[in-house]
Nanobody
Framework: QVQLVESGGGLVQAGGSLRLSCATSGRTFSIYTMGWFLQAPGKEREFVAAISWTGGTTDYADSVKGRFTISRDNANVVHLQMSSLKPEDTAIYFC???????????????WGQGTQVTVSS
């Protein structure tokens, strides 16, 4: 298990940008697939993006492709850069970790508490 803490959420106008970060603890960060999911009010949690443990392979939901970028660095942090935000992106965003790599179908076993993103029209 790896511990995850998200940050960077907030209120932004449509068309704006936000950068979410997920700080991890645990010595095995480097071997985990990392991902982001969102949950809008009254809806089920859904996949947003995932990145392999090497950082060389990514997977994105169609709804965010070309607007969001997932990345990870050597400081045990994974980021989600969100641009051209839309009101429908409003949700709680959760960081997650799992293995082995299977893109959006990875067995994600560790979850953060989530960070709220609100996009106003």
């Amino acid at each position: 298990q790896v511990q995850l803490v998200e940050s960077g959420g907030g209120l932004v106008q449509a068309g704006g940008s936000l950068r979410l970060s997920c700080a991890t603890s645990g010595r095995t960060f480097s071997i985990y697939t990392m991902g982001w999911f969102l949950q809008a009010p009254g809806k089920e949690r859904e996949f947003v993006a995932a990145i392999s443990w090497t950082g060389g392979t990514t997977d994105y939901a169609d709804s965010v492709k070309g607007r969001f970028t997932i990345s990870r660095d050597n400081a045990n942090v994974v980021h989600l850069q969100m641009s051209s935000l839309k009101p429908e992106d409003t949700a709680i965003y959760f960081c997650t970790a799992g293995r082995p790599w299977a893109g959006r179908y990875t067995n994600f076993t560790s979850w953060g508490q989530g960070t709220q993103v609100t996009v106003s029209s």
